[in-house]
């Protein structure tokens, strides 16, 4: 089956230390996304990567990294510069960043991450 | 500036009709999108609005009024599972998609 796949599912960090999460699809779709959300709010945009080896940064990118060198895979990179990193970080994708009806978000599981 | 607005929380009875409002803010608007999350889990897409006029999928319906910058889901007969998160996002000529703060809504026996 066809999805995305966020990896871990928690996830805990020492403050200062900068850490990876993963998110790859097997959709083959062509766009992808960074979320982050925090209780009780809704979803804000990080970054995101329309084609391979391009992104532009989203709402609340400071504190961040990305790269998109193969289609597939989209990791963010949380820095010790990002002042409050601890979230819900969702990554999505969809087929064209046109996201109309034939393209929507297609969400993985997110990734719980602690910062202590 | 896109920012998009809906209410916080709708309580409302099983088997009842509820609508969830939303306002937007979307420079070079295109489209308003609605999704629903279940508690912790991931957003799952639910209709999609370019036009105006009323869609129609299943139980759960959506509006858009360009003209009044306005939208709204419409979920009817509602069920216990129906109890989540439900967000608008506009999506727009940057190619984001931006989502309003979420409506949770509680169903109530």
């Known amino acids: 089956d066809g999805g995305i796949t966020q990896s871990p599912k928690y996830l805990f960090r020492k403050e200062g230390q900068n850490v990876t999460l993963s998110c790859e699809q097997n959709?083959?779709?062509?766009?992808m996304y960074w979320y982050r959300q925090d209780p009780g709010q809704g979803l804000r945009l990080i970054y995101y990567?329309?084609?391979?080896?391009?992104?532009q940064k989203g709402d609340i990118a400071e504190g961040y990294s990305v790269s998109r060198e193969k289609k597939e895979s989209f990791p963010l990179t949380v820095t010790s510069a990002q002042k409050n990193p601890t979230a819900f970080y969702l990554c999505a994708s969809s087929l064209t960043g046109a996201l109309g009806e034939d393209s929507p978000l297609h969400f993985g599981n997110g990734t719980r991450l602690t910062v202590t | 500036g896109q920012s998009l607005e809906q209410p916080s929380e709708v309580t409302a009875v099983e088997g009842a009709i509820v609508q969830i409002n939303c306002t937007y803010q979307t420079s070079g608007f295109y489209g308003l999108s609605w999704y629903q999350q279940h508690d912790g889990g991931a957003p799952t897409f639910l209709s999609y609005?370019?036009?105006?006029g009323l869609e129609e999928t299943g139980r759960f319906s959506s509006f858009l009024s360009r003209s009044d910058s306005y939208g709204y889901l419409l979920l009817q007969e509602l069920q216990m599972k129906d109890s989540a998160s439900y967000f608008c996002?506009?999506?727009?000529?940057?190619?984001?998609?931006?989502f309003g703060q979420g409506t949770t809504l509680q169903v109530k026996p």
């Open positions: 609005n370019a036009l105006d």
């Open positions: 959709l083959n779709h062509d766009a």
């Open positions: 996002a506009g999506s727009g000529n940057t190619g984001k998609l931006i």
């Open positions: 990567s329309q084609i391979v080896n391009d992104f």
